[in-house]
């Protein structure tokens, strides 16, 4: 079954960036919303951010101004570039279609520790 895959965390430095991307088949790309979501340790999952087939953009209002969205075009992938980390945001994270119908898949950690 279709689901979408997640890459690019790892273990930062607070204040440090990283970009997750995710990959996403075609026709999805091209027909679905697509978000960002993340599950810190011991917590529900929750949304991060959301982009149109159009490229409109949501992140969550705690998140503003760290966190950005975006497609590429070209590579069919949804990425989220994550400045000026926190050990809050410690998580992992999951991308999947807007609302989420697709099985989930095994996410990319990000540990923002010193």
């Known amino acids: 079954q279709v689901h979408l895959v997640e890459s690019g965390g790892g273990l930062v430095q607070p204040g440090g960036s990283l970009r997750l991307s995710c990959a996403v088949p075609?026709?999805?790309?091209?027909?679905?919303?697509i978000s960002w979501y993340r599950q810190p340790p011991g917590r529900q999952r929750e949304w991060v951010a959301l982009i149109s087939t159009s490229g409109l953009t949501n992140v969550a209002n705690a998140l503003r101004g760290r966190f950005t969205i975006s497609r590429d075009e070209a590579e069919n992938t949804v990425n989220l570039q994550m400045n000026d980390l926190r050990s809050e945001d410690t998580a992992a994270y999951y991308c999947n279609t807007e609302p989420p119908d697709l099985p989930w898949g095994q996410g990319t950690q990000v540990t923002v520790s010193s």
């Open positions: 075609e026709n999805i790309f091209n027909r679905d919303r």
